[in-house]
T-cell receptor, first 110, second 113 residues
């Protein structure tokens, strides 16, 4: 059974810092990995999708990497801003379902 | 282009009642999945529909059911509500299953009293 772990559970940084969020998964037979952002009481906003054959994806200040063989992904956020404060979730796609980690709650202090 | 639309946004029901939630996917998307989010269990997969057929189901009791219509819109139903069914129910749509990006709606917040 697939298990997805995200470290750290919570992170607080001053504005302007670069930061890395980690995601690990136990079964490497995945189609893709997706990073999401969730604001309190809201739905999920898709940030980046990395197909299993890819190593990296970039969107603006975000860069996500995938090492399928070791079961790891990282989300790099450059020059963090208070508006980046949210919960970040990673999810692996397999057999018509997404399996989610428990998320990293990020607070960027002005 | 409209996103995934879920209705209603909020619901309050009494134990023992039943409830139906609705999800309209992004136009052209044919796969619709449902997830339950609670503080204790996080996000858990309920079921996935494609071409009006349930293709995968998570580990939930039979009180949770769903369907998909020919226009890809989907509904999920929970019968005999329990207090533990209180959660945010999220719907996701994708062009096709597994290989394409999933987009989520804003969710339906269900409170069972």
């Amino acid at each position: 059974k697939q298990e997805v772990t995200q470290i750290p559970a919570a992170l607080s940084v001053p504005e302007g810092e670069n930061l890395v969020l980690n995601c690990s998964f136990t079964d490497s037979a995945i189609y893709n990995l997706q990073w999401f952002r969730q604001d309190p009481g809201k739905g999920l906003t898709s940030l980046l999708l990395i197909q299993s054959s890819q190593r990296e994806q970039t969107s603006g200040r975000l860069n996500a990497s995938l090492d399928k063989s070791s079961g790891r992904s990282t989300l790099y956020i450059a020059a963090s801003q208070p508006g980046d404060s949210a919960t970040y979730l990673c999810a692996v796609q397999e057999q018509r379902q997404l399996t989610f980690g428990s998320g990293t709650q990020l607070t960027v202090l002005p | 282009k409209a996103g995934v639309t879920q209705t209603p946004r909020y619901l309050i029901k009494t134990r023992g009642q039943q409830v139906t939630l609705s999800c309209s996917p992004i136009s052209g998307h044919r796969s619709v999945s449902w997830y339950q989010q609670t503080p204790g269990q996080g996000l858990q997969f309920l079921f996935e529909y494609f071409s009006e057929t349930q293709r995968n189901k998570g580990n939930f009791p039979g009180r949770f059911s769903g369907r998909q219509f020919s226009n890809s819109r989907s509904e999920m139903n929970v019968s005999t509500l329990e207090l533990g069914d209180s959660a945010l129910y999220l719907c996701a749509s994708s062009l096709v299953p597994d290989t394409t990006e999933a987009f989520f709606g804003q969710g339906t917040r269900l409170t069972v009293v």
